[in-house]
């Protein structure tokens, strides 16, 4: 059996071939910023920075988008202003808010989930 950790990489792993698939480019993975904000990935595509949040669910009872509530919200709007701050070269985009459900082994992609 998988641990979540596992389970959360391959999620991640598939979500990032799907976007490059899409003619994406992964511009990073993981970004952090202090200890409550984490973008899984950052993607773009011409004009279109993409902050992606992944979810790897076993079950499709529980959707992924019942995940992202006004805390998570926050904590990806303020690690997002981070991340344009370090990469300056992006700031001058586009930027969504996107979010990628994996069911077993399925892709759902849910773009522009909040403004």
Not at 3 to 14: A, D, W, Y
Not at 48 to 57: G, S
Not at 62 to 73: H, P, T, V
Not at 81 to 94: D, K, S, Y
Request: proline content about 2%; glycine content about 6%; aromatic content about 8%.
């Amino acid at each position: 059996m998988k641990t979540t950790i596992e389970t959360g990489k391959e999620g991640q792993f598939l979500a990032a071939k799907f976007l490059e698939s899409a003619g994406y480019s992964i511009v990073a993975e993981n970004f952090r910023h202090g200890m409550t904000g984490e973008i899984d990935i950052v993607a773009e595509k011409g004009a279109l920075c993409l902050f992606v949040e992944v979810k790897n669910r076993n079950n499709p009872l529980y959707g992924a988008e019942l995940s992202i509530n006004s805390n998570k919200i926050a904590h990806l709007k303020r690690t997002a202003i981070v991340f344009l701050m370090r990469h300056p070269e992006i700031a001058a985009t586009m930027c969504r808010f996107d979010l990628i459900s994996v069911v077993d082994g399925e892709i759902e992609w849910h773009q522009d989930i909040f403004r």
